[in-house]
């Protein structure tokens, strides 16, 4: 296993990250124990929520962004790289260069285990992750390694989180002109996302009311049911990291298997994400296929609900990639995958062979889901959140030990390995 360098020989540059201030905290600590750290700021979000020496602003087009990094990368000579995202196209062009000069690569996210854990990964998730999927390496890597804790450190408010999102995108819009050339990475203008957001909160609590009463009536009917939490349609987990160009092909994918091979008196609970902008109607969507495959009255589709109270009755949960799953299988529930998931392991998931999973849910074997936990929990996560001051002071101080300390990023299986 190889060793990091000095913290003084270490140069970092950061890329986009969250609509928080993790980022420049990260770098605070960084700075404190001798390394040196540049942003380059793509747009007006990202000077915002960075405000500290080493930002320089990139105001050209991306045609010629590849040109820009290289040179970067080279003359400040930097030796690891930190975004959020390694899929946004101006982060995999700058991932491509840095690797050509050695770079490391980190990838920040929102934790695998929820709520308050963050991810810190080398290299980056689901297909792009090094974490282990054979089952005999994670239970030989995660032996005397403590059970995680579960008890909550962290919260963060829903109004945070939104007004920190706005915070970044509407300077975007409205002062775009301080970066002209700018390439959003959404599928969705901010303004349309935000009048979609402004429509559902308007109707939350309906939508929730509903929600509830629809999953205790289904789990007071004794029915057998399966859940399918819904994904963002913005997601790179479903948009880098699955078969599928579109929410909309899972969905078929998935009610074609269940109108196939699931008993005639099983149910699909389908959840709508709680962070949906609302801009596609996913409910007319499910609907429209289902009654096309006459299968409307075994379908249930909700938009709102505690998604833990469903995953406690159903008979196994349905997903492309989503961390929801991760709940279902500390609860023990049969998951079956679509897409590449870290979690995607023989014994702890099934594959996508969906006809047979309605017929025969195989739950995770217990002592291989624990082992997993433990592994994930140690390795790649620490605790924290991105939107609390708080909570992100937390992750980041962790962070900093983890890049200064851990230059492997997964160094209990990386050891097991050798």
């Keep these: 296993m190889s060793h990091p360098r000095p913290a003084r020989e270490r140069a970092f540059l950061f890329l986009q990250g969250p609509s928080s201030r993790i980022f420049a905290l990260i770098a605070d600590g960084l700075e404190a124990n001798g390394a040196r750290c540049w942003r380059i700021n793509l747009n007006v979000g990202d000077w915002i929520f960075w405000r500290r020496k080493g930002g320089v602003n990139y105001r050209s087009s991306f045609a010629n962004w590849r040109g820009y990094v290289r ?36 990838v920040v996210e929102m934790g695998y285990l ?118 963002l349609e913005t997601d790179y987990q479903l948009r880098a990291h699955s078969p599928f160009a579109s929410q909309r092909e899972a969905i078929e994918l998935v009610l074609q298997s269940f109108a196939r091979a699931g008993q005639p008196e099983a149910r699909l609970l389908v959840k709508i994400h709680p962070l949906d902008n609302g801009l596609i109607d996913w409910s007319a969507v499910v609907t429209k296929i289902a009654s096309r495959m006459a299968i409307t009255e075994r379908v249930l589709v909700v938009d709102g609900g505690n998604l833990e109270e469903a995953f406690g009755s159903c008979r196994g949960v349905v997903t492309v990639n989503s961390t929801a799953a991760l709940s279902a299988l500390r609860l023990g529930k049969p998951v079956a995958v679509l897409g590449s998931a870290i979690y995607r392991v023989e014994g702890l998931c099934a594959g996508s062979d969906l006809d047979s999973f309605w017929a025969a849910p195989v739950p995770p074997e217990r002592e291989l889901a624990q082992a997993f936990f433990r592994l994930l929990a140690a390795d790649i996560q620490v605790r924290g959140n991105f939107y609390s ?21 997964g160094a209990n299986w990386r050891r097991a390995a050798e």
């Design 71 to 106: 040179r970067f990368l080279a003359e400040q000579k930097i030796t690891d790289v930190i975004v959020l995202g390694e899929e946004r196209p101006y982060h995999k062009v700058a991932i491509e260069e840095a690797r050509k000069l050695g770079a490391l690569i980190y």
């Design 114 to 231: 929820r709520p308050d854990w963050v991810t810190i990964e080398r290299d980056g998730m689901s297909s792009n992750s090094h974490f282990p999927r054979d089952p005999a390496q994670i239970r030989e890597a995660a032996q005397g390694l403590p059970e995680p804790d579960w008890t909550p450190k962290y919260t963060q408010s829903f109004l945070a989180e939104a007004s920190l999102d706005l915070l970044y995108n509407l300077p975007n819009v409205f002062l775009g002109f301080l970066f002209p050339y700018y390439r959003r990475h959404a599928l969705f203008h901010p303004l349309a996302e935000y009048a979609g957001w402004f429509r559902r909160l308007s109707q939350g609590k309906k939508r929730s009311r509903e929600a509830r009463e629809a999953i205790d009536h289904l789990i007071r009917s004794g029915r057998p049911y399966f859940v399918y939490p819904l994904q």
């Design 389 to 409: 001051s708080a909570g992100s002071l937390a992750a980041a101080e962790a962070i900093v030990v983890k890049l200064l300390n851990d230059a492997d990023n």
